[in-house]
Every structure is written in structure tokens, then in C-alpha cells.
């Protein structure tokens, strides 16, 4: 069972800049093989894609976020990062980070980014 653990949230001003966390246990060298992402979900709002990135190391992005966010992997310390950069206020949102595996999926417990003055 990969048990995924968020961390790096928090509130930041308009411009400012996060790196979330996401370190996954339970998954020992196996990790090389997922492919992992990120996700988020703001208030009354339907969950959307940030970005994703394949265990073969291909990358993609939310439009919204091109130029801005940065995600990346460290298959040693089995851990996907995304580093976020001019944040605006409409990237408020609880941000999961997400494995893929064969057909299996695992979510983590969700951080809280808010971007307000």
C-alpha cells in the first residue's frame, strides 16, 4: 500500500513563491515506475489537472500554470515536487499529489495553498 504525505502549503502573497512535497512510503524502489502528479481543487470548483510527470520523466502542464510551476522527481528520496513561482490569487486551492501504477491509484491527504494580500 504507497501512502503519499503533502507538505509545503501555506499562505503566501500574490507573486510569492511555494514548493510542495510529496513523499511516498510503503513503495521502496518501485517508486521509478510511477508516474506521478498533481492536482488541486478550489472551493466549489471541480478538481483540475496542475502536472504530471511519467516515469519516464515527460512532463506536462495545466495551461494556466505554463511558465509559473516546476514540477519534478526524486526517484532516491521518492518524492515529486512542485515548485510554484508568481502565484496568483486563483491558484487557491487544496493541491494532492497523485501515483499511477498499473491500474491502481493512490491520492495524498491534500495541502492548503492560499494566495491572497
Known amino acids: 500500500q504507497v501512502q503519499l504525505v503533502e507538505s509545503g502549503g501555506g499562505l503566501v502573497q500574490p507573486g510569492g513563491s511555494l514548493r510542495l512535497s510529496c513523499a511516498a512510503s510503503?513503495?521502496?524502489?518501485?517508486?521509478?515506475?510511477?508516474?506521478m502528479g498533481w492536482y488541486r481543487q478550489a472551493p466549489e470548483k471541480s478538481g483540475d489537472l496542475v502536472a504530471t510527470?511519467?516515469?519516464?520523466?515527460?512532463?506536462n502542464y495545466a495551461d494556466s500554470v505554463k511558465g509559473r510551476f516546476t514540477i519534478a522527481r526524486d526517484n532516491a528520496k521518492n518524492t515529486v515536487y512542485l515548485q510554484m513561482n508568481r502565484l496568483k490569487p486563483e491558484d487557491t486551492a487544496v493541491y494532492y499529489c497523485?501515483?499511477?501504477?498499473?491500474?491502481?491509484?493512490?491520492w495524498g491527504q491534500g495541502t492548503q495553498v492560499t494566495v491572497s494580500s
Open positions: 497523485k501515483v499511477h501504477y498499473l491500474v491502481w491509484d493512490y
Open positions: 510503503g513503495s521502496g524502489s518501485i517508486f521509478r515506475m510511477y508516474d
Open positions: 510527470i511519467t516515469r519516464g520523466g515527460r512532463i
